[in-house]
T-cell receptor
Framework: DTEVTQTPKHLVMGMTNKKSLKCEQHMGHRAMYWYKQKAKKPPELMFVYSYEKLSINESVPSRFSPECPNSSLLNLHLHALQPEDSALYLC??????????????FGNGTRLTVT | DAKTTQPNSMESNEEEPVHLPCNHSTISGTDYIHWYRQLPSQGPEYVIHGLTSNVNNRMASLAIAEDRKSSTLILHRATLRDAAVYYCILRGTSGTYKYIFGTGTRLKVLA
């Protein structure tokens, strides 16, 4: 079990649907991350929130919309996705350490399939 | 952004040591070197990290070259449960939370 909980574990959605992925941690971490991982590839950074403010957006298409409503929760809202967006979406958290000392804690991801 | 280069795959026999290399020739002076591993159907798991000195913990050891342009993750006695993809990570830009994964090394452990 991990200390970062992601729901749902699996999601199948059509290209016209709107859905949301949820990530929760109670370790007091103030930095939270979304990564996207395609099969047999490394995770790719999408977004970073620091103290509930968006600090990094890696030029992600607007059909992905992140939200950090409080220090424990991170959402990723999905709308009008394409089949190529099918992937494992990973959430991570870390203490607010811009020096890079603190390790990332990952959830086990949401496996998204877009039909 | 600082990049890392790792071999695509490696094999090891069970109960033998494994040395997993990572090259990071563009590392900046303040970047920590992190290692994570990813077991099938799971998220990445923290293994170890360091800045300049060699580091040991219960999972592994990290040897960092004197010029910091490369590092090696050492598993002292590989077990079948160590079969995973091992990633070497640097922070991409000094002062940010931009952690960039390398391509990873798929470790196969033979019984």
């Amino acid at each position: 079990d991990t200390e970062v909980t992601q729901t749902p574990k699996h999601l199948v959605m059509g290209m016209t649907n709107k859905k949301s992925l949820k990530c929760e941690q109670h370790m007091g971490h103030r930095a939270m991350y979304w990564y996207k991982q395609k099969a047999k590839k490394p995770p790719e950074l999408m977004f970073v929130y620091s103290y509930e403010k968006l600090s990094i957006n890696e030029s992600v298409p607007s059909r992905f919309s992140p939200e950090c409503p409080n220090s424990s929760l991170l959402n990723l809202h999905l709308h009008a996705l394409q089949p190529e967006d099918s992937a494992l979406y990973l959430c991570a958290s870390s203490p607010p350490d811009a020096a890079g000392y603190s390790p990332l804690h990952f959830g086990n991801g949401t496996r998204l399939t877009v039909t | 952004d600082a990049k890392t280069t790792q071999p695509n795959s490696m094999e090891s026999n069970e109960e033998e040591p494994v040395h997993l290399p990572c090259n990071h020739s563009t590392i900046s002076g303040t970047d920590y070197i992190h290692w994570y591993r990813q077991l099938p159907s799971q998220g990445p798991e923290y293994v170890i990290h360091g800045l300049t000195s060699n580091v040991n913990n219960r999972m592994a050891s990290l040897a960092i070259a004197e010029d910091r342009k490369s590092s090696t993750l050492i598993l002292h006695r590989a077990t079948l449960r160590d079969a995973a993809v091992y990633y070497c990570i640097l922070r991409g830009t000094s002062g940010t939370y931009k952690y960039i994964f390398g391509t990873g090394t798929r470790l196969k452990v033979l019984a």
